[in-house]
């Protein structure tokens, strides 16, 4: 499940790390419209099996949602994974953060300050140009609302009520989202663990064969449980 652009035009490395452990599908959003947490889980429901077959890989943005999706699908659920993610207030003046970007154009940030807080300095070229593309197809009215969105969200309650198993991704360069977000995860989750991985807020995309370690071992637990 993307980030805050919502494409899955990100995710070629991860899902060809991933690609002798399980069948990957990238859940992608509207790029047209904006529709909030709630909405989203309702539009990616119908996405989900039947019955007990998935994990739920959220990076960022997507973490609140994945959450919605499991405490609303139980039966479908087997697993989540929030990578570089939040529950609640991703940064440490959320509130003030918000009304700041309630009160700004929409619009986005150069560059070279985007690749400085997603990446850690300058993207790959392939990366660079899925990103570029990534932006333009999103309206940036769009982008700005779900990071309002973003900056709102509270799942904590959802997520203390989950029964399966939850891995948290923390990624250790991130300039983004801070290790509180990370603590408060696993201080909410009544079966969690958290691995660090040394990458930016972008870990998916700069580290996804580290990445894709720490999800294997993860679904080998949960297989694990099933079999025993």
Avoid at 61 to 66: I, R, V, Y
Avoid at 124 to 129: H, I, K, S, T
Avoid at 151 to 162: C, I, K, N, Q
Wanted: include cysteine; charge should be positive.
């Amino acid at each position: 499940m993307p980030g805050l652009d919502g494409t899955g035009r990100l995710y070629a490395p991860l899902v060809t790390a991933l690609a002798d452990v399980a069948d990957v599908d990238v859940l992608a959003y509207d790029s047209e419209q904006f529709k909030d947490y709630p909405e989203l889980a309702e539009a990616l429901a119908p996405r989900l099996p039947g019955r007990g077959h998935v994990v739920l890989v959220a990076e960022s943005f997507a973490g609140p949602l994945a959450v919605l999706l499991a405490h609303r699908h139980p039966a479908c659920v087997r697993g989540l994974v929030l990578a570089a993610s939040f529950v609640h207030a991703p940064l440490p003046a959320s509130r003030m953060g918000a009304q700041l970007l309630e009160r700004l154009p929409a619009i986005a940030p150069p560059l070279p300050i985007l690749e400085r807080w997603l990446a850690g300095g300058e993207l790959p070229p392939a990366l660079r140009v899925e990103f570029l593309t990534a932006m333009r197809t999103v309206r940036h009215d769009v982008l700005r609302r779900r990071a309002l969105a973003a900056l709102r969200v509270d799942v904590r309650g959802e997520l203390a009520a989950l029964q399966i198993p939850v891995l948290h991704l923390q990624a250790g360069r991130d300039r983004l989202i801070g290790r509180h977000a990370g603590r408060q995860i696993l201080r909410c989750a009544r079966d969690a663990r958290q691995a660090t991985i040394d990458a930016p807020h972008f870990l998916f995309q700069m580290a996804p064969e580290a990445a894709a370690v720490g999800i294997r071992h993860f679904l080998n637990g949960i297989g694990q449980r099933t079999a025993g």
